[in-house]
């Protein structure tokens, strides 16, 4: 079975700086798809960012981008200049080549200070 | 923004009720799911569908089951409402198996 890890259960970061969340995730599988999503407190599920496992370049959109290293089964999101409205849990999710659904890490709850 | 509706918004029911949830879009994707969002548990897969009438068993699957008559509708029925069913739940639709999925606003349902 697919497994999301997420180690950090909140952070705390000042506003314009850069910020890392952390995923790890644990598949047998040699093709997939990782993905992050936002979740900010008024409850709705954001699209932010897709890597696939192939994918020889780490994914960027806009101010996200993707830190993928393969052999380390690690594919943490990179929020650069951080902004108020980033505050919000982070979710880590990895679909399976096959498998038609995603499997979501616990969250990370970013909070960036003023 | 991907066209995707939810009703009702929120909904209060009584432990032993049948409840149905209905999730809409109008992007036409092939594949719609359904998850519920816990404390502690992130979200986690209830059913989702494949196509008109192909459905499928997500890993919390008991006690919901699922339709899709139309390509635009996939609805969420709790068969006979429990407390343990209280959650948010969200639908999700998606192109093909493997790309990303795009949610819906969320369900907030209790049961008392």
């Known amino acids: 079975a697919q497994k999301i890890t997420q180690t950090q259960p909140g952070m705390f970061v000042q506003e314009k700086e850069a910020v890392t969340l952390d995923c790890t995730y644990d598949t047998s599988d040699q093709s997939y798809g990782l993905f992050w999503y936002k979740q900010p407190s008024s409850g709705e599920m954001i699209f932010l960012i897709y890597?696939?496992?192939?994918?020889?370049q780490n994914a960027t959109e806009g101010r996200y981008s993707l830190n993928f290293q393969k052999a380390r089964k690690s594919a943490n999101l990179v929020i650069s200049a951080s902004q108020l409205g980033d505050s919000a849990m982070y979710f880590c999710a990895v679909s399976i080549q096959g498998a038609q659904k995603l499997v979501f890490g616990q969250g990370t709850r970013l909070t960036i200070n003023p | 923004d991907a066209g995707i509706t939810q009703s009702p918004r929120h909904k209060v029911t009584e432990t032993g009720t049948p409840v149905t949830l209905r999730c809409h879009q109008t992007?036409?994707?092939?594949?719609m799911y359904w998850y519920r969002q816990d404390p502690g548990h992130g979200l986690r897969l209830i059913h989702y569908s494949y196509g008109v009438k192909d459905t499928d068993k997500g890993e919390v699957s008991d006690g919901y089951s699922v339709s899709r008559s139309k390509t635009e509708d996939f609805l969420l029925t709790l068969e006979s409402a429990t407390s343990s069913q209280t959650s948010v739940y969200f639908c999700?639709?998606?192109?093909?198996?493997?790309?990303?999925?795009?949610f819906g606003p969320g369900t907030r349902l209790t049961v008392t």
């Open positions: 992007e036409n994707h092939r594949y």
């Open positions: 890597q696939g496992s192939y994918d020889e």
């Open positions: 999700a639709i998606s192109r093909t198996s493997g790309s990303e999925q795009y």
